[in-house]
């Protein structure tokens, strides 16, 4: 027992507690679980926040699965009942899906911290390595493994195509030269045509700005983070690995992305891989730029725009500390879209460290394509809802996400990557 | 339990043609989500459905009632699920089927007449996002805004603000399925029409059977819509004042003219509620609680860390002994002037028993969680930042009377200690109607551990019925146990007891408890002692 335990039992005349678990927090799978309290505030976004009961659920697992099963509380009691030996892996036909049907986005964590010391998402993806160690393995993620295993990426695509995207671009190749900043494009960005723009412009953006910036072409692969996320631990370290012997060999520096993604493998999870290369998602690299007076906006872009916070461009990237604020890159982008000429910049109701997600994460878009859709749908019934022309994001995956719903939706709201606006208005 | 046999298997699929497969499950995995609540109780007894159900509206839920009655099974429903065991819902019998209501999600405001229209499962901080955009809100419990505003309602709507809003008489109409799956309304819309707002029609009412903690998780059946009264809220803002900055340094400041709280430490616990009786009979306040030192700590307190560090401060263990502490919150409902005057008032009242407010800088701590929090609270479950609270008394009654009744329950706590942590000898409670009742409880913060679960379920339980059944108290902790009131609700429970086997003759309405205290303690003893008692089904009644 700590000596703080120690000193505070006495005072306390020896009765309780004597767990040294409540005198300072530390991570405990089982007691994490245990001690969920079924309050509910999981599946809510918060109530400081929340202006439109429409848009007050924080869960699109629960949104959608309506079970409580699937909500934070149902995963923690299901995982409690699995590590009990209460639940085992036969005969329970949704134990599976409760833990996989998840898309990982961090609300509910959000939300339990905010009167909790505790990290239930930890648990959970704790869980999903668990799972996999036990060879308890969904089917519908094997595609998408074997993709990572065979062609470096998760998109099905071929390895040998993935520079296509800047094949027409006059960037340094990393694999042959070196460069102080790599820009890593990121699986979406280089195996989705109709996103090819939005690495073709940060690379146009990066170069007017004077970086020293090449990409990996051929040679990059995937950041290993929906590998993490999807339980696959051993698959995530051998992308981290062959991403940090190729930054070393091309003596990169810095590693700019657009992917939220990869923002949050490269800045949170390679950390614990000893990286010590510097990391930055393009919308910290243009604000930064902006506020050294590098970036000036010269034409007006007359649109009024809401901004969706991607899960792993926030919440996700926040590194816990009971009692300090939830970190994550919020102003940037909206220091960004606020300094564009013409511009009209209105907020969604369930922003930040609050904000609903876009329904890619956790290997749901590839294992449970509806609940996917669902949650994107959702989104984008906010966006209209706040009267907004278009939606703009700072991820790939959320952006692919919403322009499939919205041509699903025959909705006219316009789809952008915040690069876009930026190039515009240069 | 024979869970997948063959009336397992019939009702299955009954419940499906009936609902669709989407929306009911049997899989053991799904229902461990549903077996506990916040409270020791539920852990201990490990009680299971076999069945959740996902009704869609009102018809369904009158068909899964009827097929109840048919084939013999029992059905309860919940909102948020924080307080099953607090409200006896915890499954024990075979074949048990829960309602989880979140398909039953209607809301409407009328601003004009200022009331709610809400289905089963809407949330109060739903509610209250809709209502304040007419300058309009509804109260909150200790439970949050993630409470769902029906089940709070059953709970007696219980909020911080019923003080001065009263407790469940905000229920204006109610649609309600009966356990025999029959449908009834209630107010004014039992006259017909579809105006639930101007009261009740000529002749008997049922306004009163199903709130008031008889009624809730299911007893009395299922309400799937209520009509509910709205406040203006102080200043009709219609923007709910947030700083922005994630949490836990979020922050909201509601404007001060307006609202105003303060923290009043009193010398003993008679001079506490004294004052009280006398803030209530001045009529001054939107909210006053007597709170213990832990509930303050616990909510202003950021971490585990933070909170021990406080909790042993000096000025905290002063508290905690030697003073008895109430919080009062001022709102200038009629105006500025209103805060001002009623100021006044309660600096008299706290002279007069000797009080005086918190110094700083615990004032302005407490002050800038409270104020916001009594109307959207999202700390839900602040005190389980550490360990498990639990109840070692609870009882509805007069403010003077839970001041003897307390006392007894305060024993009990003092008879756990250790391992229950000490927590100083303070009763909590939150009045209504400016002091005509209250409701107490006496908390202690336990360890999460098997050998506290045992003692709550053993133990504590045994001596709180004991004690409530010789006090003649109404013990909260086993709502269906209708032959225990409080020495100022007369014998309501005799009437509520016929009433319910008139309702429910087949006892599948959430039918565990309707308990012959006496009875049941001896069943108690013979189990101590190794005799081996059977299970009663869901049909019989102990009563």
């Given amino acids: 027992m700590s000596s703080k335990a120690e000193k505070y039992m006495e005072l306390n005349n020896h009765s309780f ?258 990286s010590e290369v510097q990391v930055y998602h393009l919308v910290e690299y243009i604000d930064k730029m902006i506020k050294e007076g590098k970036v000036q906006f010269t034409k007006s872009v007359p649109l009024k725009v809401c ?120 | 339990m024979p869970y997948g046999d063959d009336k397992h298997q019939l009702i299955l699929n009954e419940l499906v043609n009936i609902l669709g497969e989407r929306y009911v499950e049997d899989d053991k995995a799904i229902m461990e989500a549903y077996y506990r609540d916040s409270l020791t109780l539920s852990e201990a007894a490990q009680g299971r459905h076999e069945f959740i159900v996902l009704p869609g509206t009102v018809e369904d839920v009158q068909q899964i009632f009827k097929l109840a009655n048919r084939y013999q099974f029992p059905v309860s429903i919940s909102g948020s699920g924080m307080m099953q065991a607090l409200c006896n819902a915890v499954p024990g019998y075979d074949y048990w089927c829960f309602i989880d209501p979140k398909r039953l999600n209607t809301l409407k405001v009328d601003p004009k007449n200022m009331y709610v229209e809400v289905g089963a499962y809407v949330s109060l901080g739903q509610v209250q996002a809709e209502a304040l955009k007419y300058g309009l809100f509804h109260g909150v419990p200790g439970a949050s805004t993630s409470s769902i505003a029906v089940g709070h309602s059953m709970f007696q709507q219980i909020a911080w603000t019923c003080w001065r809003t009263g407790t469940a008489r905000n229920i204006l109409a109610a649609e309600w399925v009966l356990p025999t799956g029959e449908l009834v309304y209630t107010g004014s819309l039992a006259a017909g029409g579809d105006d639930p707002c101007w009261g009740e029609g000529p002749g008997p009412d049922p306004h009163g059977i199903y709130r008031g903690h008889l009624g809730n998780l299911g007893t009395y059946g299922v309400m799937t819509k209520l009509w509910l009264k709205l406040w203006p809220i102080p200043g009709r803002f219609t923007q709910w004042p947030s700083n922005g900055v994630p949490q836990p340094e979020k922050k909201s400041q509601l404007p001060e003219k307006y609202f105003r709280t303060f923290p009043i430490n009193f010398p003993n616990q008679k001079a506490a509620v004294e004052a009280m009786i006398a803030m209530g009979k001045a009529e001054i306040g939107g909210y006053l609680l007597k709170f213990g030192p832990w509930d303050y700590v616990c909510w202003y307190t950021k971490s585990m860390e933070e909170f021990w560090e406080e909790w042993f401060s000096d000025y905290w263990m002063d508290v905690k002994f030697n003073w008895h502490s109430v919080v009062i919150g001022l709102w200038g409902f009629a105006g500025p002037k209103q805060t001002d005057y009623e100021e006044k008032v309660m600096n008299q009242i706290i002279k007069e028993f000797g009080g005086h407010v918190m110094p700083e800088p615990y004032l302005t701590k407490i002050r800038n969680c409270f104020q916001p929090n009594i109307i959207r609270d999202a700390h839900r479950h602040r005190f389980t930042r550490l360990g498990r609270p639990v109840l070692t008394g609870s009882t509805i009654d007069s403010m003077l009377d839970t001041l003897r009744s307390a006392k007894e329950d305060i024993k009990i706590k003092d008879s756990v200690t250790p391992p229950l942590g000490v927590m100083g000898p303070q009763l909590k409670f939150w009045p209504y109607d400016f002091g005509h009742a209250a409701w107490t409880e006496i908390d202690a913060l336990a360890e999460k551990s098997d050998e506290f679960e045992e003692l709550a379920m053993h133990s504590i339980t045994p001596a709180q019925v004991k004690d409530a059944f010789e006090q003649d108290t109404f013990y909260c902790q086993l709502m269906a146990a209708l032959n225990l009131v409080g020495p100022k609700y007369y014998n309501v429970d005799q009437l509520f007891g016929r009433i319910k086997v008139a309702l429910d003759p087949n006892n599948i309405a959430n039918p565990t408890r309707m308990l012959n205290v006496k009875a049941w303690l001896e069943s108690e003893a013979r189990k101590a002692s190794g005799i081996e008692e059977e299970a009663d089904g869901p049909g019989s009644m102990a009563f």
């Fill in chain 1, 307 to 426: 901004y969706h916070d991607p899960c792993h461009l926030g919440r996700r990237t926040d590194d816990y500390t009971p009692g300090k604020a939830i970190s994550g890159v919020y102003d940037p982008p909206r220091n960004i879209l606020k300094s564009i000429p013409g511009i009209e910049f209105v907020e969604m109701f369930r922003i930040k460290e609050y904000a609903w997600c876009c329904g890619s994460g956790g290997g749901v878009r590839e294992a449970y394509p509806e609940f996917s859709q669902f949650t994107a749908d959702e989104r984008i019934i906010e966006a209209i809802a706040t009267g907004a022309e278009a939606i703009v994001t700072a991820c790939p995956w959320c952006e692919a996400q919403f322009n499939e719903s919205v041509d699903r939706q025959n909705e006219r709201l316009k789809v952008y990557d915040i690069i876009e606006l930026v190039d515009q208005a240069l």
């Fill in chain 1, 17 to 274: 507690p004597k767990d040294d678990w409540y005198y300072g927090y530390y991570y405990d799978m089982k007691k994490i679980c245990h001690n969920c309290a079924r309050c509910g505030n999981c599946r809510w976004t918060d109530p400081y926040e929340m202006k439109e009961a429409r848009f007050g659920k924080g869960c699109p697992t629960n949104a959608y699965h309506l079970f409580d099963g699937y909500s934070c509380q149902g995963k923690m009691d299901v995982i409690l009942g699995v590590l009990d030996g209460r639940l085992n892996y036969d005969n329970n036909e949704k134990l599976l899906d409760v833990i996989y049907a998840c898309d990982t986005c961090g609300a509910c964590d959000a939300m339990c911290k905010r009167s909790r010391d505790t990290e239930p998402l930890k648990v959970f993806l704790d869980m999903r390595a668990k799972l996999v160690e036990d060879g308890q393995l969904l089917p519908q993620h094997m595609p998408i493994i074997d993709s990572m295993k065979k062609e470096d990426n998760t998109m099905m695509g071929k390895k040998a195509d993935r520079g296509n995207w800047a094949k027409d671009l006059k960037v340094k190749d990393l694999s042959k030269e070196t460069a102080e900043v790599c820009f890593h494009a990121g699986c979406q960005i280089s195996f989705n045509q109709n996103l090819w723009k939005v690495g073709q412009t940060a690379i146009k953006i990066l170069q007017k700005m004077g970086v020293d910036v090449g990409i990996l072409d051929k040679a990059e692969a995937c950041c290993g983070g929906k590998a993490y996320d999807m339980g696959y631990r051993g698959q995530y370290t051998t992308m981290a690995e062959n991403n940090l012997n190729a930054w070393k060999t091309a003596k990169v520096k810095t590693v700019i992305t657009a992917c939220s993604d990869c923002y949050f493998a490269f800045k949170k999870l390679y950390a614990d891989q000893g």
